[in-house]
Nanobody, 127 residues
Framework: QVQLVESGGGLVQAGGSLRLSCAVSGRTFSSCAMGWFRQAPGKEREFVAA????????NYADSVKGRFTISRDNAKNTVNLQMNSLKSEDTAVYYC????????????????????WGQGTQVTVSS
């Protein structure tokens, strides 16, 4: 069974930084593509970033490219999202997600492509 626990959300001023973390249970983390999504009030959940199971490929939404960095540490079973130069438009609930896959280079970007989800953590950027 795969479980995800997120942390690191909070309140930050525009231009500041936050680092989100997601701890993944079990012995299957190295076989999981990992993603971050976000959902603002009244909006659909949108893709933010993804990293392949082998860590060699990443994918970013255009809105965060150059500001956010996704990374993983298979030894610690964690995936992180470093968020810099935050804008008020980044305010949302952020979710981490896992997709068990045999394809080490897979970086899914659709919500329907992920098998497991975290509980979400609130990120609020004040202007």
């Amino acid at each position: 069974q795969v479980q995800l626990v997120e942390s690191g959300g909070g309140l930050v001023q525009a231009g500041g930084s936050l680092r989100l973390s997601c701890a993944v249970s079990g012995r299957t983390f190295s076989s999981c593509a990992m993603g971050w999504f976000r959902q603002a009030p009244g909006k659909e959940r949108e893709f933010v970033a993804a990293i392949s199971a082998n860590g060699d490929r990443t994918n970013y939404a255009d809105s965060v490219k150059g500001r956010f960095t996704i990374s993983r540490d298979n030894a610690k079973n964690t995936v992180n999202l470093q968020m810099n130069s935050l804008k008020s438009e980044d305010t949302a609930v952020y979710y981490c997600a896992a997709r068990i896959t045999d394809y080490g280079y897979y970086t899914p970007v659709a919500t329907t492509q992920y098998n497991h989800w975290g509980q979400g953590t609130q990120v609020t950027v004040s202007s």
